[in-house]
């Protein structure tokens, strides 16, 4: 059996082919803690260099380069609201699978990202053919953007949309809905936000993606077709690994 080609990106072969990407949150700026959680078997990781100090840039090449390393993860970085061309460059020219555009109000905003991502890298060593280009997915978190969501969808170079239920407008945040999403034609399997949001992927054959609090929580909206999510982050990861080791030793 073939191996998978270096630094092939994982999660577009993931969405292009329907099946499910598992991601992983990676908070803690570390090369090490990212090369180890890449390695569990997710399918991307998800670096928020939001987070991070403008100082630590460095740490986000290194922590980029050790997901990518493992051959079978696809790094994806969330930039910070308002990120320039120059920070999205920086995410393309350091190796990024996909960025997740935060602070997205309207589609207009999302031409410069989706300009520079599909560009290719600016420097040796340049995007591979087969690699194919960076993922384009904005964060919808805000009412205007949920009123503009057909136009954000449909700016051309969209990949994906990602959604962080806890973000939504006040009031809006639905319960996970019954009725899977994009398999039941003419459904509506939610009300609020989080329903227009999936009504409109749906109509215009735009992934989604979704945050979530487990792994039991992400099954359940894989089986409603949410096409990435969230299992896990890695400080969580790695404080009930470690309590329960702990928990083992101490146990009489």
């Known amino acids: 059996m073939s191996q998978t080609p270096a630094h092939s990106n994982i999660l577009r072969s993931k969405l292009q082919s329907g099946v499910p990407g598992c991601g992983v949150v990676l908070s803690i700026a570390s090369p090490v803690t990212a090369q180890l959680a890449a390695r569990l078997g997710f399918d991307w990781a998800l670096i928020d260099i939001d987070g991070f100090p403008p100082h630590n840039a460095s740490v986000v090449a290194e922590m980029v380069a050790a997901v990518t390393a493992t051959q079978r993860c696809s790094a994806i970085l969330r930039l910070p609201v308002g990120a320039s061309e120059e920070v999205v460059r920086l995410a393309v020219d350091v190796g990024a699978h996909g960025v997740i555009v935060t602070g997205v109000h309207s589609g207009e905003q999302l031409w410069g990202v989706v300009r520079v991502a599909k560009a290719g890298r600016s420097s040796p060593p340049m ?14 978190e805000s009412t205007e953007a949920v009123d503009r969501i057909h136009e954000i969808l449909a700016v051309p170079g969209v990949d994906a949309a990602f959604v962080r239920p806890q973000n939504l407008p006040s009031g809006h945040a639905s319960p996970m809905p019954v009725e899977p999403i994009q398999r039941v034609p003419g459904s509506i399997p939610v009300g609020g936000a989080l329903g ?4 409109a992927a749906g109509q215009l054959n735009v ?34 690994g470690a309590t329960e080791q702990l928990r083992r030793a101490q146990s009489s």
């Not at 995007?127 to 964060?139: H, M, T």
Request: charged share 25%.
């Open 127 to 140: 995007s591979r053919p087969d690699e194919g280009d960076v993922l384009v997915i904005p964060q919808i």
């Open 196 to 199: 227009r949001i999936v009504r």
């Open 207 to 240: 992934p989604l993606g979704i945050d979530c609090a487990d792994g039991d929580t992400a099954r359940m909206r894989i089986q409603q077709g949410f096409g990435m999510v969230v299992v896990a982050n890695d400080a969580d990861l790695l404080s009930a």
